[in-house]
């Protein structure tokens, strides 16, 4: 019964041993980059169920640990998809209750939506793999950044993170654009991946 | 003890704790299990709510986004559609940390208001509904949960992209007799419950994220629907607030040229 005894010892630690280390790492990974309850909102809203989309393409694009791998075949095939036959007969409905001056405009504007689209395939395809992705959230925002950082033209800053540094909320007008001035950099606001967020951009002219 | 006794107890103890050994749940078994009536329903939805001139409707949304820790944390709104074919749109979204949002789309334009934030932001976009939904989620890059039902085409070609469908049977939700459908493709599950007789209408739907770690979920449930509700042009108009501060559409990728923010118009 000894060697019964010793097997029993033996498991029984290796289940507390395993229990507390998931604890240890559950607590850990929990907290993200902390900050406990004030800020609120640090539980990352990213998520490809975000985009409540059906369409595999749109539900990725809403995670922010975008992988190089969401590449342009899988972009074509979803293109390719979307101008699909239920789109042709209805056309044909629609487009006699629009006027010619409308259909010339859509044209044009398609003309120059798929000009952008190649252009930005290129891009995409030439530039974006090797740039992994320029966005903080709250989590990655107390190690990644302090204001005075060196922080790169088009990076995302959260709006609740860059609001808990000593940055200045007061905007500068530049035409219509107002910018934000934290230590050396320079940010406007906008709406990126539907959050509102500050974005890292060359100081405005005269600045 | 033998140690095939010893063996069986470890064994039984784990079993006990509720401990299995883990991808012991199979995922395959999927074979090409097609009900072509559930594929016909589920156009027909589709095809019903892209023909509708007018809609408004009330859709409870959640959504789950896995952390770091791998714990999957549930956000949600409450989001109002108003539609007028073919070419205006207005979504009044409420999430669930109380911030407010409103989308207007009147054929013209396409804003985003952010009532918490007070900002808003305003891009040139001329077109039909559908064109404003593939030019705000693609272009744009702002996720739009729902504008896929009440676009003109289809969100994926159902033929060819449908790899499995089934009919789960009748369900009541809402009060409303329903048709529980399921399907899957590749990437994505979905379950959709479709209102039975003339009015072809999701009343519920769930969207799974399969190809995602954590299998993150997309759920909606509709309220109100109305085929025929008066909609004012007023209500697709966006009067911008005192005080309120105008930014951009910033996407990530430059999906948008540097000109296309040029053109913005204000108001």
Known sequence: MSKFKSTFIVVISILVIATLSFDYAYSRGGRGGGGGRGGGGHASKSSPARSGSMNNNRAQSQTSTRQGSSNRSQRQDNRSGNTENRQSNRQDNKGDRQDNRDDVRDDRQDYADDARDDRQDHYDDNYRHGHGHYYYDDNDWGRAFAAGAIIAVGTAVAVSAFQSTDCPSSQTMVGDVGYYQCGSTWYTKGYQSGDVVYIAAAPPPGY | ?267
């Not at chain 2, 470890?10 to 299995?20: E, H, K, M, P, R």
């Not at chain 2, 005192?242 to 990530?252: G, M, N, T, W």
Request: aromatic share 10%; net charge negative; charged share 25%.
């Open chain 2, 1 to 267: 003890m033998t140690s095939l006794k010893r063996i069986a107890f470890i064994v039984s103890l784990f079993l006990a704790l509720g401990i299995t050994p883990q991808n012991s749940i199979s995922q395959e078994a999927d074979s090409q299990n097609i009900d072509s009536e559930s594929i016909a329903d589920l156009e027909q939805m589709f095809d019903f709510l892209g023909e509708s001139e007018t809609i408004s409707v009330t859709a409870e949304s959640n959504y789950d986004a896995r952390q770091k820790s791998g714990q999957l944390i549930e956000f949600g709104a409450v989001s109002k559609w108003y539609i007028k074919r073919p070419s205006h749109v207005r979504v009044d979204i409420e999430n669930r940390d109380g911030t407010e949002r409103s989308f207007y789309f009147d054929g013209n334009s396409i804003t985003l208001y952010d009532k918490s934030q007070n900002v808003y932001a305003t891009v040139i976009k001329k077109g039909n509904l559908d064109q404003a939904f593939d030019y705000y989620m693609d272009k744009l890059d702002m996720p739009m949960p729902l504008a896929e039902l009440f676009s003109e085409k289809h969100p994926f070609d159902i033929n060819k992209s449908v790899i499995s469908s089934m009919n789960v049977g009748e369900s009541k939700i809402n009060g409303f007799a329903c048709n529980d459908l399921a399907f899957r493709t590749k990437e994505v599950d979905l379950q959709v419950w479709i209102e039975q007789g003339k009015r072809p209408l999701p009343q519920r739907m769930i969207i799974t994220y399969k190809g995602s770690p954590g299998n993150p979920q997309y759920r909606a449930r509709f309220s109100d629907w109305n085929l025929s509700p008066k909609l004012k042009d007023s209500l697709f108009e966006f009067k911008p607030p005192k005080d309120v501060e105008k930014i951009k559409f910033s996407p990530r990728i430059n999906k948008v040229q540097s000109t296309e923010n040029k053109n913005e118009g204000g108001q």
